[in-house]
């Protein structure tokens, strides 16, 4: 073990990207970060991270902020239910306890919204406890370096990941080490094409010595995802604005705002005249493949209350749409339908 961590934390010294988030101490920036790293890449998070602290610099500007502000905010990055969590989590610290984030993993874990990798990502980067992570990046490392037969998302693969990583965490420097094992994940010990020959730890892992890395971790296949077929209306009024709908509280586009749009067969939520087909557009979720026919129309009438999933509607200006909370997949038929 003690071999491990210190090739792993002099690798890590001397080869670490430089991320902003890891020029801060301030748990706060740190949780930020991390629930914006989850599901997320780095080069598409790194703008992100900026223009959402400038925005709310602290968990008080957070906390006071509108669902809408802060869904803006996230317009783009996807996953949008993190956005709605860290919201009310930063909610909860101000005035549940005085703006201060708990500094133990148990503490964390009281945070609506904090689970069990992002509790140990603040406690040991922030506060340098002695705490384990896994994520995507760490489970594969490991299942490597310890030849874990089990697939890391199954219940036992999980309980043995998660109990080495404990057993390993660094108790002198428990932050560098676990961004070590993250960053060996994500620059070398990829998914697919592990860099064996550059790899710090290369000489103590199992996987390599039994020629089972292109073997591990043993995944379940993934059930390919559901075709689900859409029509969405792009219906602009006489002075060019767009027709919005924002989305009921759940779901995975919970509250945001979006051209309307209802399964093919299904009534449409607003009414509309000469409505026709511009263009289509495919967009891929982690279970759902969207097809969506889009058409435009001049001018709609849309209904007073909730309907179709949708909580309310309203008319913006072009060049506001870059203000409120809107999906990757809406500015795609927006697009497609000439309003960008
Ligand atoms: S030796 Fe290869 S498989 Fe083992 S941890 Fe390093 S990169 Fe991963």
Redesign the pocket.
């Known amino acids: 073990m003690a071999g491990l961590r210190a090739r792993l934390l002099g690798w890590f010294a001397e080869h670490q990207r430089d991320l902003p988030w890891r020029r801060t101490r301030d748990p706060y920036a740190i949780w930020v970060s991390e629930v914006m790293l989850q599901q997320t890449r780095v080069e598409t998070v790194v703008p992100y991270y900026h223009r959402f602290l400038a925005r709310f610099p602290d968990v008080h500007h957070l906390a006071d902020a509108s669902a809408d502000d802060v869904l803006a905010a996230w317009s783009g990055l996807g996953y949008y239910r993190r956005a709605r969590l860290l919201h009310r989590g930063a909610a909860h610290v101000a005035r549940e306890l005085g703006g201060d984030l708990p500094a133990t993993v148990q503490g964390l874990l009281a945070v609506p919204g904090i689970g069990r990798y992002t509790a140990g990502a603040i406690a040991s980067i922030a506060f340098d406890v002695a705490a384990p992570l896994v994520d995507g990046n760490v489970a ?2 490991l299942a ?2 310890f030849a874990i037969g089990d697939d890391p998302k199954s219940t036992a693969g999980a309980a043995r990941t998660w109990a080495i990583a404990e057993a390993l965490v660094s108790p002198r420097a428990p932050g560098a080490f676990n961004q070590a094992l993250m960053e ?2 994500a620059t ?3 998914p697919r094409g ?15 010595a039994e020629g ?2 292109h073997e ?1 971790p043993r995944v379940s296949p993934k059930r390919p995802p559901r075709r689900v077929d859409l029509v969405a209306i792009v219906a602009r009024d006489a002075s060019g604005r767009v027709l919005l709908g924002q989305r009921d509280e759940s779901g995975t586009f919970a509250s945001m705002w979006e051209p309307p749009m209802a399964e093919r067969g299904a009534p449409l939520p607003v009414a509309t005249k000469g409505a026709r087909r511009v263009g289509e557009v495919t967009h891929v979720l982690s279970h759902r493949r969207l097809h969506i026919e889009v058409h435009a129309a001049e001018g709609a009438t849309a209904p007073r209350r909730a309907v179709g999933g949708y909580r309310r509607f309203r008319w913006v200006a072009m060049g506001d749409l870059g203000e409120v909370g809107l999906a990757t997949v809406s500015r795609k038929v927006l697009a497609a339908a000439g309003c960008d």
Request: hydrophobic share 45%.
């Open positions: 594969r490392v490597r370096l060996l994940g070398v010990c990829v592990p860099r064996c020959g550059g790899c710090p730890v290369a000489a103590l892992c199992r996987a390599r089972l890395e591990l």
